[in-house]
């Protein structure tokens, strides 16, 4: 009996404990606690031959000791069976557990075995939840079975892979917790003897593999071999760049240096003379952002040069001989080059405008002796400026002693004497003028902050202190020391102190001794706008600053600034403080964006009396003069109360023509008053008042044109107003309105019609005496930069953003207008065009430096411009051409110049830039060394310039500045 139980011991092996009475309770303690074995499963696989060993020792018992041995031989089965699940020897409760023999009473067996039950089954749910935070270890880890295909991919050997299986489906059986006999099953599989061998279908599939990634291997190779070589050629390519660089410097012309004269040269009332030569050197390096579709600076963004470059703002320097070469063809990293002898023609010429080539053919009877490339005889000078800035702008109209109202507008300040009705100008600013201030000792001096501007060595935030009789300039501060531009400035009482906040982050406020020219104190004085600060009347050493939501009070201790916050306590707090003035008492008086007026108590810092909306809506500006209180708001009223801030008067305006009051003046017992459409007033209080400075208001300017036989020109703006304007009286003779912003316009040849386009591809013909709508057209949906007539009035070209050129054909300017033809091939938007004199050709430029030309009767492009290189253009507008391939520097953007025009007797030709230039030129400028004068006084990109009628005047039109400046030829 002992021998068949043990030859059964050993037939059986691991399947044997399962079998024995009792043990499928043994087994159950085994399975619990197998997943703390688990855990050491990867660190014992060594083990797994000793394990192997120890069930062959048990296997080979002498069967003769059964009898006597027969404990033994099953405690060798349990041990075999610890093996086989790896290091069973740890279980903690295998001690406890009896095993008895075959010839003790089955009674103390089955207490054994519910002993023993009654311990697994009080750790079962346990031991699960061991399981499976085993079970995630195990995963991280790439538990058996991942070792398993490890093993196939890595060839083992067939041992191997069977120790790797046997393992594998022992976990699966205990992760999935299968019965016994599903155990048997899968260990009986498990074993060596059962083991398949490996499917050639899968070292096929392994082979395949292998060759696959041998392939992507050597694709990666080649592609890391293909980035060597072209990181090589960047190399290459940028050390010739920096070669190209060094060369372009060496060529460069230096800059002159500015004149030290006693007085600043650029405060003269007059247009100061510029005459400079090319620059060679590198282009400017100019952010334009996007105004309309076209690429173009806003008067807020400043352009500021990168190195050396541009227009040079310096004294003239000598011109390069007659017999030297136009130039050489430099590096096409530069944005404008030229070339000189193309297609065999020793005079034509090539440009290179950002990478385009464009051929300028001379005429067949040119000659280059007959070329002058000195600077005109002619200079510029500013005769008038159309319009005030009000739109973003306020409490800027001064009266001077000499009875002279003093505001700006673009970069030039400007006094206008009413009686003479002439203007003078100060031209000491290169950018927007922001502010201004009087100062309370002398009148006449005056100062002006201005925002970054375009000057090389001047053009950061300053303010400049001047003399308002003799337009010299007596300081410059700030300069270098400002952010972004000046929003506030202001005299102390005795006139020795300039308070300047800039327009940076935390608008900061500088107090300087302008005299001695040096700062004070300087503070940060909020984050939220500051509109502007002034001092107290009675102190030379506290003043107020107030903007958004707030109004504080400071005090100058030494070099340090002390700030108090107004208290506004139980009165209505408004969302912007926008004006402040101070009562005969010196207690200072703020409007609001409410309509509230406050007067305050310095001392407290607390209001001290009240108006609750004194106007509908903001209140703009304040005058308090002998009791009296006047303020200007958002309503279009002026109001007047008395101290008490009792209102007295109102005097209602017309609200549509002149929108808010933006300014007040008192000049004599007449009021002057600034409007946010940029025009001024002049009148007494209550009665109708006179308009004296007409301007455009909201959006951009860019529409200009001139009579063709009488001393006046149109403008159209983005505000939908059309002015016919007297060039001599400086009045609007007729003013229409359209329905759309207005972006171009052009008289018929015989001035009876009006053409006018929109930004929203509409345009109209307009009767030029009334403004009454002939008809009304569309060409495409976008806006129409460029229109033109013939010189017969029989045809009409339309320029769209669209790349098209719409082509009407009409017997009668006030008649019925017909589409004839559509010219197609560019391939940005139309700039500029031109007829021919016979009418029959049409040359048009692009927004990407094209000039092509066209048959004018049905819109079909001629290609072979050589052909035309004998023909007369009627007008010339366009930007390129032989004829003006002079006006372009070294280094210009093709973006840089707007606008040009030739004078009538074709002896000068002007043109307008993006740097608030006005530039004259001789005619035919065909040289790129011919010499020029430059001229500034917008602080904005300059879109449109026109010659009068006489070619004694030229108007100038200001984009973000919205101002006329019309200049004389002297």
Known sequence: MADNEMNGDADCKQSEPITVKGCETSHSDVNVHADENNKHEIENNNDNDNIEDNEGSTNVADNDSASSHENESRESHVESNEGSCENDEKFEDDENISLPSSNENSANEVVDIDTNNEVAIDNQQQNVDEVDDYKEKTNDDQGSNSAKNIHLERGCSDDEQTEVEQDSAKNIHLEQGCSDDEQAEVEQDSHPDNVPCADPVVNNDKQINLERISELEDKIKSLELTLEEKDKKILSLEDEVNRLNTEIKSRSAPAAKKSHDKHDPASRSVGAKRIVARNTSGARAVNKPTQNGTAKRTAQSPKKPVGGGGRPKTAPARSAPPSKQLAKKGSRNQRMEVSKGVDGEEHAVKLFLRGRGIVCYPPSDFSAEDVKSEKPEQSLKINWVYGYRGRDAQDNIFVLPSNELMYYQAALGIIYNPETRTQRFYQGHNDDIKCMAQSPTDSNIVATGQAAGHDEKEGDPHVRIWNAETLETLAVLGMGQLQRGVCSVAFSPDGSKMLII?????????????????????????????????????????????????????????????????????????????????????????????????????????????????????????????????????????????????????????????????????????????????????????EEAEQIIFGHGAGDLWGGSVHPSENSFVTVGQDKTVYIWEAESHVPKSTFKIEKPGQACCFSPCGSVLAVTSTTGEWWVLDSETGDVISSHKSGPEQIDAISYSPDGKKLAVGSHDNFVYLFECEDVKGQYSLVGKCTGHSSFITHLDFSADGKVLQTTSGDYEHLFWDAENGEQITNTKDLRDVKMSTYTCTLGFPVCGIWPIGYDGTDINALDRSHDQSLVVTADDFGLVNLFRYPCCNPTAEWGSYRGHSAHVTKVRFLQGDKEIISLGGRDQSIIQWGLV
């Not at 940076?504 to 939220?528: E, F, L, M, V």
């Not at 700030?563 to 609001?592: M, Q």
């Open 502 to 686: 800039d327009e940076g982050n935390d608008h900061t406020i500088n107090i300087y001794d302008w005299n001695k020219k040096t700062k004070i104190a300087s503070q940060k004085g909020h984050q939220d706008p500051v509109i502007g600060a002034k001092f107290l009347p009675s102190s030379n050493s506290r003043f107020v600053s107030y903007g958004k939501g707030h109004v504080i009070f400071w005090d100058i201790e030494g070099n340090k600034l002390m700030k108090k916050s107004g208290l506004f306590e139980k009165h209505s707090k408004a969302r912007f403080v926008t004006s402040l003035a101070f009562t005969d008492n010196g207690e200072p008086l703020t409007g609001d964006s409410g309509g509230n007026l406050y007067v305050w108590n310095p001392s407290e810092r607390k209001i001290s009396g009240a108006k609750q909306a004194a106007h509908e809506g903001t209140i703009y500006t304040i005058l308090v003069k002998d009791g009296t209180i006047y303020t200007g708001g958002q309503d279009c009223k002026v109001k007047k109360f008395d101290m008490e801030l009792s209102e007295v008067d109102s005097w209602q305006l017309d609200n549509a023509a002149f929108g808010k009051i933006k300014a007040l003046a008192l000049l004599g017992d007449r009021l002057a008053l600034g409007t946010y459409n940029n025009g001024m007033l002049l009148g007494q209080f209550g």
